[in-house]
C-alpha cells in the first residue's frame, strides 16, 4: 500500500505489518488504543505502554480476540529512567523496533496563561515534550535497525491556532512538531520516515476535558483516526517530516510565517 492525498475514506487498503515490533504510548484509552488495536490487526506485535493497568488489559483481549499479540508494559511516562529502560529492554528482545507511536499526553489546564501554576504548566511540557524527546532518544537506535522505521508522533491543530487559554498544551505540541521535524531531517538518509499527526478534534476523555460542554456524538471515535494512522507506517512510506492532518486525509509541508 502506498499512501497518497488523493485517497478516501472508502478505499480499501491493506497493510501487511506481519513480524514487525510497533511501540505505542499511551495505549490504554483513547487513539493510542485504538491505533495499537489497528496495529495488531496488521500482524504487527504491539509494545502497549499506559499508566493504567486494566486499560492495557482490556487492549490486550482485545488484540487476543482479533488474533493479535502484545506486550504490556505499564509505567508513567514521568519515569524518564523507565523510558531509557524501555530502549534497552526492546533491543534485548527484539533487537530492533519497526514502528513508534508516540500519542501519550496530557491537556493540563485551561486557563489564562498568568494564572496557570508552575507546577501545572512543568507537567504539561515534561510529559508532552520531554518524555517524546527521551523516547525518541531510547528508540531512535532501535528503529534505524528496521529495514523500514516509522514513527508517527501525535500533535494537534493547537500547535499551530494558539487558541486561547490552551497556553501550555500549544506550547507543547509546537515543541513536539519542532522535535518531529528535526529528527525528520537528521534521518532523511536512512530509511526512517517520522510523521507528525494532527488528529483533529476526537471522542477522547482528554477532549471532553477541555471542551465539557461538546456534544462527544458529534466528534468521530478514535477508531476513525487510528485507521487513518495506519497507512503512515507501512513500509513503503516515502515522505518525512511532514503533518499528516487526520480530518484533510492528506500530508501537509511545513512553512515558514510569511
Avoid at 483516526?225 to 507501512?234: N, R
Amino acid at each position: 500500500m502506498r499512501f497518497r492525498a488523493t485517497d478516501t475514506d472508502d478505499t480499501i487498503m491493506t497493510i501487511d505489518l506481519k513480524n514487525r515490533i510497533a511501540l505505542v504510548t499511551g495505549a490504554s484509552r483513547g487513539i493510542g488504543y485504538f491505533t495499537a488495536l489497528e496495529l495488531a490487526k496488521a500482524g504487527a506485535h504491539v509494545i502497549a505502554c499506559a499508566r493504567t493497568v486494566g486499560g492495557l488489559e482490556e487492549l490486550d483481549d482485545a488484540i487476543k480476540a482479533a488474533g493479535g499479540s502484545a506486550t504490556l508494559v505499564p509505567f508513567d511516562l514521568a519515569d524518564m529512567n523507565a523510558i531509557d529502560a524501555l530502549g534497552a529492554s526492546i533491543f534485548e528482545r527484539w533487537g530492533k523496533l519497526d514502528i513508534l507511536v508516540a500519542n501519550a499526553g496530557v491537556l493540563g489546564v485551561v486557563s489564562p496563561i498568568g494564572h496557570i501554576e508552575a507546577k501545572t504548566f512543568e507537567k504539561v511540557m515534561n510529559i508532552n515534550v520531554t518524555a517524546t524527546w527521551r523516547l525518541i532518544r531510547s528508540v531512535d537506535p532501535l528503529l534505524t535497525r528496521s529495514d523500514a522505521g516509522r514513527a508517527v508522533i501525535i500533535s494537534s491543530a493547537a500547535a499551530h491556532k494558539c487558541r486561547p487559554f490552551w497556553g501550555p498544551y500549544s506550547a507543547s505540541k509546537a515543541a513536539v512538531e519542532a522535535l518531529a521535524r528535526t529528527w525528520a531531517g537528521e534521518s532523511r538518509s536512512t530509511g526512517l520516515r517520522i510523521t507528525s499527526v494532527d488528529p483533529g478534534a476526537t471522542r477522547t476523555a482528554m477532549r471532553a476535558q477541555a471542551v465539557p460542554g461538546e456534544d462527544p456524538a458529534t466528534l468521530p471515535h478514535p477508531s476513525e483516526v487510528a485507521k487513518a494512522i495506519l497507512p503512515l507506517v507501512g513500509p513503503d512510506v516515502t515522505e518525512t517530516g511532514k503533518l499528516f492532518i487526520v480530518r484533510k486525509n492528506r500530508l501537509v509541508d511545513y512553512r515558514l510565517p510569511e
